[in-house]
């Protein structure tokens, strides 16, 4: 069967590229009927950063990537102890100033098939030094928990990022020392970002719950990570979950590192809000608006102008961008000239029979054939801004009443 796991360490907020290793694990145990296990691996009590570990079961809550199990590693220090005392009997691990390292070869090479280009990868043994798996405080180091839970966990195969290459014969030889079956070692490629430097925080390599919070898509965010590095044949950008889960193969991912590039993300999430239900799109946006705002607004009012938005926005946060003027009380500073073709607006507007945003159109055209006024002055006139949702269709949706009571103030 197979059995993958994601192996967070909860010393910083997970960024994308730590998420899309999760993703790929994911699929990889649903494309094959598998199993998908989250192993916290919070031995490093120095680093430990309290708030990170509840930002990684968010993360994962948040994106769909539900577990079918659940370990930390702290809970097992005996187990590791066990494990020690065997190395120690077998005299491949010693005493080292309250530590214990593990002994390793000094001749011969290290060598494995990585599942991604099917590539050999050769370590020289004179080359690695003896490492320490069990620290002064009693904890095991990440070399040393990881292959011992790989092992009692029956992972069938390691997918992680590029970056854990170095340290596979260190792995590799722990195997052999207890005589294990070693798993499929997949190293899936750095991501970098558009100056072919390792993403870092200045080309946006974020927490997916910082993308959260600035209103992008979960859909969205999914289909920009699995793209960073696998691809399923053809020019198709726009994958569901559940064509991502249909398709995903690890022979698809590509030897090369992928470029981030923030751009396409905000294209991508552009087209998965045009793509919305509107009732989908509207639930989202209310909640975006209470996350920013952390007050009451209007709800019947942001459901009636969200479709007049959807085809405008980006970002959920485009929408309280667009929408704000209408949903809370402004103060405009507007010029003489500007008040008094407010003034006239008032008189006009309010003597209309039928409220509807063709007879709002048609006070606005009057105005700008007989005295050459721009749609940019009715703009700021009710916005303060020169441009936006479209005015005579957001007035109806306003009210006459609200509408007549905003040119008045």
């Not at 069938?156 to 792995?171: D, N, V």
């Not at 209309?352 to 005295?371: C, T």
């Amino acid at each position: 069967m197979v059995r993958v796991r994601i192996a967070p360490s909860p010393t910083g907020i997970p960024h994308i590229g730590n998420t899309r290793t999760a993703l790929y694990n994911f699929l990889f145990a649903k494309a094959n009927s598998g199993k998908f296990i989250l192993r916290i691996e919070d031995t490093d009590r120095v680093r430990l950063v309290p708030e990170s570990e509840k930002a990684i079961y968010e993360i994962l809550r948040w994106l769909g990537l539900n577990w079918d199990e659940e370990y930390k590693q702290s809970d097992r220090l005996e187990i590791y102890k066990k494990h020690l005392r065997e190395l120690v009997d077998k005299n491949f691990a010693y005493e080292d100033s309250g530590a214990f390292r593990f002994r390793m070869p000094k001749i011969g090479r290290t060598a494995w098939v990585d599942e991604i280009g099917k590539k050999e990868i050769i370590f020289d043994n004179s080359m690695q030094e003896d490492f320490v798996i069990i620290k002064s405080d009693g904890y095991p180091t990440y070399n040393f928990a990881n292959v011992i839970d790989d092992h009692l966990m029956q992972i069938s195969h390691a997918i992680r990022g590029e970056e854990f290459i170095s340290s596979t014969p260190k792995h590799i030889q722990l195997y052999n020392a207890f005589g294990w079956q070693l798993p499929t070692f997949v190293h899936l490629p750095v991501i970098l970002g558009p100056d072919k430097t390792k993403l870092s925080k200045r080309h946006g390599a974020k927490s997916v719950l910082d993308y959260r919070d600035e209103g992008y898509l979960k859909e969205a965010l999914l289909n920009f990570m699995v793209l960073l590095g696998w691809n399923p044949g053809g020019n198709r950008e726009i994958i569901s979950i559940e064509e991502m889960i249909k398709l995903f193969d690890l022979k698809d991912v590509n030897t090369a590192s992928p470029i981030f590039d923030v751009k396409k993300l905000e294209w991508m999430n552009g087209v998965y809000i045009r793509q919305a239900k509107p009732d989908e799109l509207i639930s989202n946006i209310k909640y975006q608006i209470l996350n920013i705002k952390k007050n009451y607004l209007d709800e019947s009012l942001i459901q009636k102008l969200v479709p007049l938005a959807q085809t405008r926005i980006t970002t959920l946060n485009d929408f309280y961008d667009l929408a704000f003027p209408f949903l809370e009380d402004q103060h405009i500073s507007l010029t003489k000239e500007e008040k008094e073709i407010a003034e006239r607006l008032y008189r006009e507007l309010s003597i209309l029979d039928k409220w509807s945003n063709e007879a709002i159109f048609s006070v606005f055209k009057k105005f700008m054939g007989s005295e050459k006024v721009k749609m940019s002055i009715f703009y700021k006139i009710f916005t303060g801004k020169t441009s936006g949702l479209p005015l005579p269709q957001t007035l109806e949706i306003l009210g006459k009443e609200k509408t007549l009571e905003r040119l008045k103030n």
